[in-house]
C-alpha cells in the first residue's frame, strides 16, 4: 500500500539533510556554509537551498558573519545548560505520568529501543546510536499521554538533537546512556514511579555534569 503522505519538497528535504549534519557533527560549529556547496552536495537548486538556510538561521543553528556568509553557531555553555535544566524538570514528569500507562506491549516495545541501542553502541554507529536515545526518550513522552510534554519537547528538538550528540561523543558515554535507560525503564516496570522518576532526573543531570567537566 502507498503512502497518503504527501511528498517532501525540495526546501523540507534540505533543511533535514543540513540539519543532520549539523546535528550529527558533519557542520561543525564556526564553520562557514556556502549555498553552492550545499547545493552540489545535495544535488538541487541553490533556491530550496536558500530558503533552507534562512529557516536555519532564523531557529539560531546558523548566524550571519559578515562576508564570510552563514556560519554554524556555537552551543553556548549557558544554552546547553539551558537545555538540561529544562529536561531535568520535564523528563522526571514524563516518567511518572507514563509509569502507570506501561502495557505488556509497551513494556515489550521499551525493552527493543533498548536492546536496539546497546547494538548500536557495540556497532560503533555513534549517529544510529543518538537517533536511538531519542527514541528512546520520545517512546516515554509519548507514552506519559500529555500531549504538551510532546509538544514542548518536539519545539526544542532539534537544540536537544545537538546537545545530545555533544554527550554522546564523549568515549564510554554511549554505554552508560544505555544501562541507565535499562534501569529506567525497568523501574517503571517494577511500578516504582518516584525511583525512575529520580534516575531520570539523575541520567539528564549527570550527562550534563560530565561533558561541563569534561
Request: hydrophobic share 40%.
Amino acid at each position: 500500500m502507498e503512502s497518503l503522505a504527501p511528498p517532501k519538497s525540495l526546501v523540507d528535504q534540505a533543511y533535514e539533510t543540513i540539519l543532520d549534519a549539523l546535528c550529527d557533527g558533519t557542520f561543525k560549529p564556526g564553520e562557514r556554509l556556502t549555498q553552492e556547496d550545499i547545493a552540489a552536495r545535495l544535488n538541487v537548486s541553490r533556491q530550496p537551498v536558500t530558503h533552507a538556510l534562512a529557516v536555519l538561521k532564523s531557529q539560531g543553528f546558523l548566524m550571519q558573519t559578515g562576508r564570510r556568509g552563514l556560519t554554524v553557531t556555537e552551543i553556548e555553555p549557558a544554552f546547553f545548560e539551558a537545555i538540561y535544566q529544562f529536561r531535568s524538570a520535564v523528563e522526571p514528569l514524563a516518567v511518572t505520568l507514563a509509569t502507570p500507562r506501561l502495557t505488556k506491549q509497551a513494556i515489550v516495545r521499551g525493552r527493543s529501543l533498548v536492546e536496539h541501542g546497546r547494538n548500536m553502541v557495540v556497532a560503533g554507529d555513534s549517529r544510529a546510536g543518538l537517533k536511538a536515545d531519542m527514541e528512546f526518550h520520545s517512546f516515554i513522552y509519548e507514552l506519559s499521554g500529555n500531549p504538551i510534554i510532546g509538544e514542548t519537547m518536539r519545539l526544542h528538538w532539534h537544540h536537544l538533537r545537538r546537545a545530545m550528540g555533544q554527550v554522546l561523543r564523549y568515549p564510554g558515554m554511549s554505554i552508560s546512556v544505555w544501562q541507565e535507560h535499562d534501569r529506567i525503564l525497568e523501574g517503571m516496570i517494577r511500578g516504582d514511579i518516584e525511583g525512575a522518576a529520580e534516575l531520570m532526573r539523575r541520567h539528564v543531570i549527570e550527562a550534563f555534569e560530565r561533558v561541563r567537566n569534561d
